[in-house]
């Protein structure tokens, strides 16, 4: 699926990134896949303990 990338790859992607973007906008669009990300394992954590809970109190029911 995934392959490993080399400097040549990445920096190719960097530049298309920048061209697109301009360099104006980066910080910006950063700052939102960050939040994107950390969203993203907030919503995940929250769903482990949920589903931790939901676990303890159907052992708790059925003792």
């Known amino acids: 699926m995934l392959q ?3 400097i ?3 920096a190719l992607i960097l530049v298309i990134v920048l061209l697109l973007f301009g360099v104006g ?4 669009v950063g ?3 960050g939040q994107a990300i950390n ?3 907030s919503a995940i954590d929250n769903k482990d ?3 931790d809970a939901d676990d ?3 052992d708790a ?3």
């Open 4 to 6: 490993n990338f080399g």
């Open 8 to 10: 040549w790859q990445i």
């Open 25 to 28: 906008k980066l910080p910006s």
């Open 31 to 33: 700052k939102g896949m």
């Open 39 to 41: 969203e993203f394992k």
């Open 49 to 51: 303990r949920k589903s």
């Open 56 to 58: 303890k109190d159907d």
């Open 61 to 63: 029911k059925s003792s």
